[in-house]
């Protein structure tokens, strides 16, 4: 049942977490679904005992975690962030719950890298964080009682994502080749940049011109092609100044 | 999207649990999906501080957990009676995928209390355990390393009835009284009586005689007016010796 194809290409972001514990079971939790990367963004102890102990035989996903200082640096390399979140968030993006979002990410692992980002235990992903994902994914719960435990959260996706593989039987791989990250972040520092210059955009009151920029881009899945497009565009504003 | 009628039927069966631990972690879990009732057989250590730690503010469901010495106790009352189990069985019981066996236990719930069966942390629950019980679920997870965490297992499968509460648009309520577990059980019990009275059933070579009666009688879901019945026709073959 493991197409391990699929399943390679997403990673688990876990960011700024506090108890190296919770690392760990998050660690256990991802092996029992046959998911095996691992991205801690300044963890506050790791390596750590307590990380190792509740692995409980999944350390080997421990020693080849990737400790990166910034979430740009996580998702280098990826097409689709997903940030995972209890709280309603008055954002740009939509939402989607974990079944209705695992097909789409699933399609998109078939030949392209995705990110699945945890927030810490006690206040989640910033909104700073969030706006950097281009899906936002909540896990249904006890409107009376949301608090799911970090490795909870993460048992749940990826089972929900395991789930999922039988059904979608290798979608047929994209022709497209989408934009990465950090070309598509590029592109946005680039028009925000256009725009503080035009006098379009106040930085000192930005309102949410950028949110809804960024909204407007990720339903559209940029590809690398139309990224190079748009930034030669920009620049050829930036020119004629 | 909270439907406590249906959810408050099922309880969480926790069987000779080592870790207390385990147990409020297992009991935050069942919160966050909006299930409450606690059923706990031998547990080592409860109460405990280590329990309520790791509920973190769902310790109300360990104040009003129900504690039992023996399986029999903790499924009075119910019937249907599920057993979560990760290993491969040679045994009499259909085995179900958490996926198959939601609507199934969900549709049993509308009006019948049902029980969620999940073992000790290492070795799972015994095969006395399993008979007992009427359904056999697993969770798919990776052949390679199934380990899952106690409370990851709990979490998994009140997610995944939660998630299939909107779909199931509470089906209409069931007009057959089905027979309680201990009902069934004194029914097995009379049987073997009368099979080994008979001399049908040796009881220093009992083979799978009686697992194979459970069997069929499960794939029945016996109504209460039919246990009554079917005693009654043993009562009868034992009168006349």
């Not at 991205?39 to 080849?64: E, Q, R, T």
């Not at 990737?66 to 968030?89: I, K, M, N, P, Q």
């Amino acid at each position: 049942m493991n197409k391990p194809g699929i399943l390679d290409n997403i990673r688990i972001v876990l960011s700024h977490t506090s108890h190296p514990g919770n690392i760990g079971a998050a660690a256990r939790a991802m092996k029992t679904m046959g998911f095996n990367s691992l991205y801690l963004i300044n963890p506050k102890h790791f390596p750590d005992g307590h990380a190792n102990a509740m692995s409980a035989g999944a350390d080997d996903l421990l020693v080849n975690a990737v400790v990166c200082t910034s979430l740009d640096e996580a998702l280098e390399g990826t097409t689709l962030a997903v940030a995972v979140t209890a709280r309603h968030r008055d954002l740009s993006h939509a939402v989607f719950t974990t079944r209705q979002a695992a097909p789409q990410i699933l399609e998109n692992a078939v030949n392209c890298k995705i990110a699945l980002v945890f927030g810490t235990e006690m206040s989640g992903l910033t909104n700073e964080e969030v706006n950097k994902c281009q899906m936002l994914v909540t896990i249904p719960s006890n409107p009376e009682y949301s608090s799911l435990n970090l490795a909870a959260a993460v048992q749940i996706l990826t089972y929900e994502l395991r789930m999922t593989l039988p059904e979608t039987g290798l979608v047929e791989a994209k022709s497209r080749e989408l934009a990465q990250f950090e070309d598509v972040e590029r592109f946005y520092n680039h028009l925000e940049q256009v725009m503080v210059e035009t006098g379009f955009l106040d930085p000192n009151e930005p309102k949410r011109l950028m949110q809804r920029m960024r909204r407007l881009f990720v339903r559209a899945q940029l590809e690398k092609e139309e990224v190079n497009i748009l930034r030669g565009i920009l620049s050829a504003t930036q020119k004629v100044d």
